[in-house]
């Protein structure tokens, strides 16, 4: 290319969730627990789910092919395509192969790019990879295409409320109206064990709930005060919340954004007392003195914090919660369903305006960046994403799922896990046409879904294991 690409980033997005869902309200009532536990103490509405006829495989091919139809994106124009999940389904074998199979169709086998894994973090890492090669010198031209898919599934018990499912999809190049200000980026980078999968039999992980939400706010609070730093120099000001119009949040559960966000109004007042206002200084003075791991462990200054923040959450991070609170925990594509809520509650109003993203993945990997909305030109708007996600309708359209028959499922999902040798009954009923699903799992392992039609009939397009992996007409 002859010129350096500008404006790099988000051109467009759409997103994905299972049609199938439970209600935490009756999830509290199923499992006995005290009323407002999961509501209230998780700070959880709803919660989706994959049946035995998807997986993140199929909510991948779903959510590609709706972007590419929905923006009229010939797949030959795509160059790069990086896919973001924790969800494994073959230690080997990358999902973004199976997504190959569109690109085939269209003779488009030239892109470049792999799965990255790192708990909820791969997305993150797919989308600086995307971002990182249109912005190189190896570009060239085309789009960059990133995908987060994930299947978040936990054993019975407490912590199985904190599951959800989702994929997405972000179309990356130049002159976007997401774009990122590259400068403003700070990582924490460390070894801990709060949270991993060391039984490749069981998709369920190994969770130290409290330890891990420990990490979470150490890597919060090191990105931010880095990033602060970055700012300053840079900036040649003092940074504070107050430098950023939203806060987007890796959402395992919603109870933790509102302490992440609190705790940003605590270290800003560390960093800076006379940055927040006089009632608050006067609430969270008398924990200045707590070292690090006593004010993370402090349920007071939690209390404190919270009630200091509490007007600027509901302006700044509220918007931001929507799909989080419906959907669940979506592992790598947590981090941009807050965005994807951001942009369908705020898209009126948004050019011009910061947004700071924290990112996290147990283990751990975290984040913090920053994007900046702009006024581009049809079909990459803002407001078009929001249109083209349709995220009321989606919502709206959901199936909602007793508790009885949701472990059903699970229990079945969980028999099935690693199997081979088995058809899916292929029911539909519940799937919107155009949506992938899966169909078979053959005595090699080899896995083959199918498409619903426009129609809604079940006799679309297969993709199938063999026949070079391109999609094919029927069994």
């Known amino acids: 290319m002859t010129s350096q690409p500008k404006d790099v980033g988000i051109l467009a997005t759409d997103i994905y969730f299972p049609p199938t869902c439970v209600q ?30 998807e997986d993140v495989i199929s909510m991948s091919l779903t959510v590609v092919t709706s972007l590419l139809e929905k923006y009229g994106i010939d797949s030959k124009q795509i160059g790069r395509l990086e896919v973001g999940s924790e969800t494994v389904i073959d230690k080997s074998k990358s999902i973004k192969t199976f997504l190959m199979q569109i690109f085939e169709e269209n003779g488009n086998t030239d892109i470049e790019g792999v799965d990255s894994t790192n708990a909820c973090y791969g997305g993150t890492a797919a989308l600086f990879n ?21 299947s978040a599934v936990y054993a019975e018990g407490p912590a ?8 997405i999809a972000m179309l990356i190049g130049p002159n976007a109206p997401i774009t990122f200000e590259s400068k403003y980026r700070a990582s924490h980078m460390s070894h801990a064990y709060d949270f991993y999968k060391p039984n490749l039999a069981s998709e369920y992980p190994v969770v130290d709930g ?21 700012f300053e120099k840079l900036g040649g000001k003092p940074f504070s919340i107050s430098e950023a119009d939203y806060f987007v949040f890796h959402s395992p559960y919603n109870k933790l954004v509102q302490k992440s966000f609190a705790r940003l109004c605590f270290v800003d007042f560390l960093r800076n007392a006379s940055s927040v206002e006089e009632v608050a200084r006067e609430k969270l003075a008398p924990f200045s003195a707590l070292s690090g791991e006593e004010s993370y462990q402090s349920r007071d200054l939690e209390k404190a914090s919270q009630q200091v923040a509490k007007q600027l959450y509901d302006t700044k991070v509220q918007p931001t919660t929507l799909l989080p609170k419906q959907v669940g925990n979506m592992y790598t594509a947590s981090l941009y369903a807050a965005l994807a809520s951001l942009i369908h509650n705020k898209h009126n109003s948004l050019v011009g ?12 990997t975290a984040t913090m960046f920053s994007l900046k909305f702009r006024d581009c030109q049809y079909p990459f708007t803002v407001s078009n994403i929001a249109t083209v996600m349709n995220i009321s309708d989606k919502l709206k359209s959901r199936h909602e799922t007793p508790p009885a028959k949701f472990v059903e499922i699970l229990k079945l999902m969980e028999h099935r896990y690693g199997s081979k040798d088995f058809v899916t009954t292929k029911d539909t009923s519940l799937l919107s046409p155009g949506t992938f699903y899966l169909t078979e799992v053959d005595s090699m392992y080899r896995r083959s879904y199918a498409k619903k039609a426009e129609d809604g009939t079940t006799g679309g397009k297969n993709t199938t294991a063999c026949e070079n992996g391109s999609l094919a007409n029927g069994h």
């Open 24 to 53: 935490q309200e009756a999830l509290e009532d199923h499992d006995g627990v005290s009323k407002g536990k999961y509501t209230i103490g998780l700070g959880q509405d709803c919660m989706a789910f994959c049946t035995e006829v």
């Open 130 to 150: 995307c971002v990182n090669w249109v912005e190189s010198s190896s570009w060239d031209g085309r789009y960059g295409l990133v995908v987060c898919t994930d």
């Open 160 to 167: 199985r409320p904190t599951g959800g499912a989702a994929a």
């Open 210 to 230: 409290k330890l891990s939400q420990t990490c979470y706010l150490m890597a919060l609070d090191s990105c931010y005060k880095r990033l602060c730093d970055r």
């Open 353 to 364: 305006k910061r947004v700071l993203m924290f990112s996290y993945g147990s283990g751990l």
